[in-house]
């Protein structure tokens, strides 16, 4: 996610209320901001993370050509090949 900074101008009392909630519930001001923005509906609910194996699950099995079997071992001498 890249960053930007907002300034905003709120009531003395608002602001009083926004460090007070803030405290209350053990984080920032700026990230008590964020989640009411998201309950606002203005920014996306961040999703759950993904595996390595998610991100990439798409992908598999779309690459086509090459061998069959990756592997060094060699089946008709039944020995690995250097």
């Known amino acids: 996610m890249q960053d930007e900074t907002l300034s905003l101008r709120i009531s003395k009392a ?3 209320a926004l460090r007070e909630r803030a405290k209350r519930e053990g984080v920032s001001r700026a990230s008590l901001v964020r989640q009411a923005l998201r ?3 203005v920014t996306p609910e961040p999703g ?5 194996y ?6 598999i099995g779309k690459l086509g050509g090459g061998p069959a079997d990756l592997s060094i071992f060699t089946h008709s001498t039944g020995m690995c090949a250097i």
Do not use: F, W
């Open 48 to 52: 759950p993370e993904k595996s390595a």
């Open 14 to 16: 608002e602001a009083r």
């Open 39 to 41: 309950a606002y509906g």
């Open 54 to 59: 998610e991100v990439i699950e798409p992908l």
